[in-house]
């Protein structure tokens, strides 16, 4: 197997946007550290992914487990050594009113959807240094853009976000590494299955997965003095 120029970690990579990321990059010769919770649907994008003929790793690891995840991921990044590409996908859907959404929840919605994105990049760090040019992706929403009733922790977890993806840039430009912030619209995933999102939106006029997938696959291919710094990415049928 000829050496790839590129590998990726992704997280959140067993379904969704996480996974039709994993294959295009793998389509586009790119190799992969998939993490997500499932250990089985992870195998599962795996061997998809190994069809296009590249190098595929894959580690169970629950990101709402906080306490864990800046260590594990500093094991698997050096471990791995070749990681240049991060894409911070991994996340969670949440709706109910400000005043109604319990501590517990609340403090649920940020961790996975903010603190865990900053222990990942805490862990990947020193590997993507070490690069001179790597690339960190996070995957934020238009509610990182725009406040939606309703959705008050989500929209705060993804603002928190967007700040988060600024900063990070303005601290590692010095160390080759750029970042970028994608943010799609609705996108028709299994989000709108779980039980902490109550919603009825057309999902036939979301976007796809695939499309998103195919835009971060661009951000993170750019040529290296370039960078996309945020994608704002939406459905033809607007905001819903």
Request: glycine letters at 6%; charged letters at 15%; a negative charge.
């Amino acid at each position: 197997m000829t050496p790839s120029e590129h590998c990726a970690l992704i997280t959140g990579a067993s379904s969704g946007i996480g996974e039709a990321t994993a294959l295009a990059f793998a389509q586009a010769g790119i190799d992969l550290m998939l993490v997500s919770r499932s250990a089985s649907k992870l195998e599962a994008v795996a061997e998809a992914a190994r069809q296009f003929g590249v190098e595929v790793r894959t580690e169970a690891i629950d990101l709402a487990e906080i306490d864990q995840v800046r260590s594990r991921i500093h094991a698997i990044a050096s471990e791995v050594g070749t990681i240049d590409i991060l894409v911070n996908n991994a996340g969670m859907g949440y709706t109910g009113t400000l005043m109604e959404t319990p501590l517990a929840d609340w403090q649920h919605v940020i961790d996975l959807n903010l603190t865990s994105v900053f222990q990942v990049i805490q862990g990947a760090l020193p590997t993507l240094r070490q690069k001179h040019r790597s690339t960190i992706i996070n995957v934020a929403s238009v509610a990182a853009h725009q406040a939606f009733p309703n959705w008050g922790a989500y929209c705060v977890s993804k603002f928190g976000l967007l700040a988060l993806s600024k900063t990070l840039a303005a601290e590692e430009r010095a160390h080759g590494i750029r970042v970028v912030t994608v943010s799609p619209g609705s996108v028709n995933t299994a989000i709108w299955d779980t039980k902490t999102v109550q919603a009825d939106f057309d999902r036939s006029q979301m976007l796809t997965p695939d499309v998103v997938a195919q835009s971060i696959l661009h951000a993170a291919t750019m040529p290296p003095d370039a960078v996309v710094e945020e994608i704002l990415l939406m459905p033809n049928a607007g905001t819903f």
